[in-house]
């Protein structure tokens, strides 16, 4: 059964930092590229990083880099977030994803065939 289950999110002020966790408790994509997506209110769904099934490819959104690390622990069979230096634009509904495509995550971003229920991430000016 897939299911992807995020905790970690809540409020911080900005300058700070935050760590999402995404747990994949159906053990289903130990092989599959993960990553994380967000929307904020009244926007569209965006990308903001990907990892393959190895950890050794990573994608980012630009607003993101140099501020975000993704990573995964497939002994845990979990990937995580972690997000420094946030803004109040980051503010957001985070939600882990994962792909089909075995593929996906090293030659390419996932795209997202499965998702969990979001986290929200609240960034306060």
């Known amino acids: 059964q897939v299911q992807l289950v995020e905790s970690g999110g809540g409020l911080v002020q900005t300058g700070g930092s935050m760590r999402l966790s995404c747990v994949d408790s159906?053990?289903?994509?130990?092989?599959?590229?993960m990553g994380w997506f967000r929307q904020a209110p009244g926007k569209e769904r965006e990308f903001v990083a990907s990892?393959?099934?190895?950890?050794?490819?990573?994608y980012y959104a630009d607003s993101v880099k140099g501020r975000f690390t993704i990573s995964r622990d497939n002994a845990k069979n979990t990937v995580y977030l972690q997000m420094n230096s946030l803004k109040p634009e980051d503010t957001a509904v985070y939600r882990c994803?994962?792909?089909?495509?075995?593929?996906?995550?090293?030659?390419?971003?996932?795209?997202?065939?499965?998702w969990g229920q979001g986290t929200q991430v609240t960034v306060s000016s």
């Open positions: 990892i393959s099934w190895s950890g050794e490819n990573t």
């Open positions: 994803a994962a792909d089909k495509d075995y593929y996906s995550g090293t030659f390419y971003p996932i795209s997202g065939d499965y």
């Open positions: 159906g053990r289903t994509f130990s092989n599959n590229g």
